[in-house]
């Protein structure tokens, strides 16, 4: 499995789980009184995310269709 390929799953896992300690931390906040901690927003997170494994499933496409033409499986 090539880098770009392996790297789109990972980049999603990491941005679902960045996503869900955001919103544990913020509730951890809220159950102890004090207001929610100042981070990035969790449309940031996503839109993040899904810029990254776009840009990566691009580099896998580019990738694989340059070593098709070249006769590389």
Request: charged content about 15%.
């Amino acid at each position: 499995m090539c880098l770009f390929c392996t790297a789109v799953p990972m980049t999603i896992a990491l941005g679902a789980r960045t996503h869900a300690k955001h919103i544990e931390r913020r509730k951890a906040a809220e159950a102890r009184g004090e207001p929610p901690p100042k981070m990035v927003s969790v449309r940031a997170i996503q839109t993040a995310t899904a810029v990254v494994a776009l840009g990566l499933g691009v580099g896998a496409v580019v990738y694989h269709t340059s070593l098709s033409t070249q006769g590389v499986t």
